[in-house]
């Protein structure tokens, strides 16, 4: 079953103007395709290191594109279960072998609790103003075992998007860059979100908590990702007054030529286990961790 959202809500928190890079937009399609190219390797090694394989129930929060929930598909086989989920659903396809539904991590109930093997989610927390309650839907969807895995960017941590700013095209992109992350600390984003994940993986009550952080230098996929990048958010970086259209226009034709080595802030990949669930006086506790 496809439920579709509708184009005129996906984020919209209202004082804060909603998601900066909202699905509705061309270059959100170009975005997930450049995203899968840079972090899809990391993202599925977790997935392997954590157990995912045939049989394994999963739930993609804030899938985006395709290409996670394909990949969760195809490891947990016919007799397994995937459910990708997102505000705006209008970029997955559900007969790549997983589930679609609308819903909102930060105020739905979580679909199906304490059935998932894996519940996943990557640059999604980053966007949403509450995300501790986000965390806490997620853990409670997950079975006593499961693993909940949060991948979120720090772009405080690693701020440039040219490491050797070297020359006026470089120091040109991490002018740009820092214009594109105060246009999403306006929209309400976390800049310095992925190092606080493992404590907020214990908050959420999860045990056996670790994290480790990775980032590209250079290639066609960094320039990619960033061209869709300053397209999809140009008129809101010209509108604030961040930028204008001569300097936007060079920043495309240094990034065209393949000239700039860009880079990316760190994806800080964090997860952690729900414990043995038990009743205790009408309430149940968390007594201990579990083998996945
Ligand atoms: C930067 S994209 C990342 C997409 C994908 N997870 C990836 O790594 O390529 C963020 C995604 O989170 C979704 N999203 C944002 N807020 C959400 C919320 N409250 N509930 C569910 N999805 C949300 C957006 O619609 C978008 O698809």
Redesign the pocket.
Known sequence: MVMTSSPTD??DSGATGG?L?D?ARAEAGER?VW??EL?DGVTRGHFERLGVGPGSRCWE?????TS?PAALAAMVGPTGYVLA????TSWLQENDGYDVRR????ADPPPEPGTFDLVHA???LV??PDRARALATMAAALRPGGWLLIEDADTALQPLACLDDSGPEQRRANRIRNAIRELLAGRGAELRYGRTLPAALRAAGLADVAASGSFPVGGVACDRLEASTIRHVRRELIAAGLADDAELDAHLAAIGAGRLDLTLAPLISAWGRAGRMRAGGGQSVVVEGVEP
């Open positions: 996906p984020t998601y890079l699905n997930f995203l899968a972090f929060v804030g899938a985006g594109g996670i989920t997102d505000l705006d819903h909102d991590v930060a990557r640059l999604v966007h949403v």
